[in-house]
């Protein structure tokens, strides 16, 4: 257990902090009066040599010399009275918990308390044995949250459903977060560090879910109407685009110029990892892209997707004409069938997202109807 500070002290404690502010405090009175005299000290040499331009001159350069020297002492020795105890005490409470045996879920909380912002600016701002102490802790939590997330994970390798899976979730998603932070600040000892963390984790969890999720499997889990819960569809908006809920939905995008591409996505399920998508489509003008595992954007350099149309299409169809194509999003792979035939596979890049929403895009031009869109959820 940490106890709080109460703020009382024993007669004959000594609080180290408490001095050096109160030195600080102290300090920064004597600079003070320092230049309200030296201020008052050229005033009157000013007063008796204003017939003399070199003494001004003298003088003016001496006040503007003793200035520079406070502030330049100021700024060697920061003192921040507010901010360096919050940061003792949220370090100290830290490593408390580190020196226990810490579950899953105050090592979770402990990550994200080393990887906040105003945390990290705290330490970085006080420096010297704060800095040293704020780094390993981060390190630490960091190692020891991991470790957990893998003992975890390892156990339900041998799961028989997608629920019993659920471990390998946060793993793959710290180990992914961490690389790629560590890549985006050019960090080269992050990445030798979790690169290989995130080839492993990548590669066994394909497998698994390549194996357990067979067609006798897809085939017990229930259907999930998306069409019949209209609110559960988030807009990405484009003034030229419109859509309807109706007998089905209908989705329409004005040809020229001045239109921009508009479209769906279904939000309930952006923590979906593997899921099969059935579509009963008509195009009619135009293109639709469709989209798996929704991250931040709607761009299938960043999350699974293809197109279908006449012209520059993934999967070239028909205008006029229904088209029942299931799409399967598990592991590293993205099909899309017809009738059982194979219309598409992609290989996904372990760049691309992991989890997310299916969503649908409407290029201008476009006027499609989709009569049925339902979901298995896999995992």
């Known amino acids: 257990m940490v106890r709080r500070h109460t703020g009382r002290s024993r007669p004959h404690d000594v609080d180290p902090q408490r001095v050096r502010d109160a030195d600080a405090k102290r300090m920064a009175r004597i600079g003070w009066l320092v230049i309200g005299g030296v201020t008052l000290v050229t005033g009157i040499v000013l007063m008796f040599v204003m017939d003399t331009h070199d003494s001004l001159i003298h003088a003016e350069q001496q006040c503007n010399e003793q200035l520079r020297e406070f502030e330049e002492w100021v700024e060697s020795h920061p003192q921040d009275p507010v901010k360096t105890p919050s940061l003792r005490e949220k370090l100290s409470a830290i490593e408390a918990h580190l020196a226990s045996a810490p579950t899953t879920d105050i090592l979770r909380k402990l990550f994200n308390d080393v990887r906040d912002a105003e945390l990290k600016g705290q330490a970085t701002d006080a420096g010297g044995e704060l800095l040293t102490r704020y780094n390993k ?42 690389l790629h932070e560590a890549m985006a600040n050019k960090d080269k000892e992050g990445e030798s560090l979790f690169t290989p963390m995130w080839k492993q984790t990548y590669t066994e969890i394909n497998g698994i879910v390549a194996k357990l999720f067979d067609e006798a499997y897809q085939n017990k889990v229930p259907w999930t109407n998306l069409l019949a819960h209209t609110s559960g569809w988030t807009l990405a908006a484009s003034s030229s685009f419109k859509h309807t809920f109706d007998a089905g939905l209908t989705l329409t995008n004005e040809p020229g110029a001045q239109s921009a591409s508009g479209g769906l996505s279904y939000t309930p399920a952006d923590k979906w990892r593997d899921y099969v998508l059935e579509i009963d489509l008509e195009l009619d003008s135009g293109s639709l892209v ?78 499609a109807t989709i009569t049925k869109l339902r979901a298995r959820h896999l995992r």
Do not use: H
């Open 137 to 178: 802790a981060a390190k630490e939590v960091t190692k020891r949250y991991l470790d957990a997330l893998r003992t975890a994970a390892t156990a339900a390798a041998s799961a028989t459903t997608g629920e019993q899976l659920a471990p390998y979730g946060p793993l793959e998603d710290t180990i992914r977060s961490l």
């Open 290 to 367: 469709f989209y798996t595992r929704i991250g931040d954007k709607m761009d299938t350099k960043e999350v699974p997707g293809f197109t279908v149309g006449t012209k520059n299409a993934t999967i070239p169809i028909e205008y006029g004409r229904v088209y029942n194509l299931v799409i399967r999003t598990i592991g590293n792979q993205l099909t899309v069938t017809y009738k059982g035939v194979l219309l598409y596979a992609e290989d996904i890049k372990s760049t691309k997202s992991r989890k997310g929403e299916p969503g649908i895009v409407a290029p201008a031009g476009t006027t």
